[in-house]
Structures are given as structure tokens and as C-alpha cells.
């Protein structure tokens, strides 16, 4: 069992920036990625950004230039999401997720922590 706690989220105006955090722990040799998704009032859970142990990214499109996913190198527990130029459409509860990338970068999400809201205010 993995379990991840997010924090960093919270209330910024339009143009501003959060860094999101997220520290998984417990069974941690059993998973190899880790990611954000959101999910806004009324809308379906989006991927939003994930780092494989071997440093691979990948984005959102709409996200990508706008987000950085980055990792602690050490212990590969903590990821963390710096997101900057924030914008009002970026307005939702953002969740981390823990699980495994296989072959093809495909990635199964096992693991998920219980969210942090992030509001922009125009």
C-alpha cells in the first residue's frame, strides 16, 4: 500500500504561480511514476503532468511551457508541480497519483491522494 499526501494548493490571482507537493509513502519499491491530474466543478479527472524514476516527463499539452513536474532525486517520493501564469481555466482540485509506467509509457495509477484545491481569481 502507497500512500500520497498532497499540499501546496490554495488562493493566487490570475498571472500568479503555486507550487504544488506530493510525498508518497509506504510501499513506495512497488511504484515507478508519479502525477498530477485536476479535476474542475462540473468536469471529468484530467492527466496533468507525471516523472518516471528514470526522469522521464510527460504534459498536458495545454499545460506544457506552463507547468514543470520535477521530482526529489534522492528518494523518488516527492514530487513536486510548479505552475506558473496561472489562469482562472487552471481552477480545480488537483490530485496526486502514484503507480507504474510499462512498456510503451503507458502508466497505470494505483495509488491516489485526497486533493488540493487550487483557485485563481481573475
Known amino acids: 500500500q502507497v500512500h500520497v499526501v498532497e499540499s501546496g494548493g490554495g488562493l493566487v490571482q490570475a498571472g500568479g504561480s503555486l507550487r504544488l507537493s506530493c510525498v508518497a509513502s509506504?510501499?513506495?519499491?512497488?511504484?515507478?511514476?508519479l502525477g498530477w491530474f485536476r479535476q474542475a466543478p462540473g468536469k471529468s479527472r484530467e492527466f496533468v503532468a507525471a516523472?518516471?524514476?528514470?526522469?522521464?516527463?510527460?504534459y498536458r499539452e495545454s499545460v506544457s511551457g506552463q507547468f514543470t513536474i520535477s521530482s526529489d532525486n534522492a528518494t523518488k517520493s516527492a514530487v513536486y508541480l510548479q505552475m506558473n501564469s496561472l489562469n482562472p481555466e487552471d481552477t480545480a482540485v488537483y490530485f496526486c497519483?502514484?503507480?507504474?509506467?510499462?512498456?510503451?509509457?503507458?502508466?497505470?495509477?494505483?495509488?491516489w491522494g485526497q486533493g488540493t484545491q487550487v483557485t485563481v481569481s481573475s
Open positions: 497519483a502514484a503507480g507504474r509506467v510499462r512498456l510503451g509509457l503507458t502508466y497505470a495509477w494505483d495509488f
Open positions: 509506504g510501499s513506495i519499491f512497488s511504484i515507478n511514476a
Open positions: 516523472i518516471t524514476n528514470g526522469g522521464h516527463t510527460d
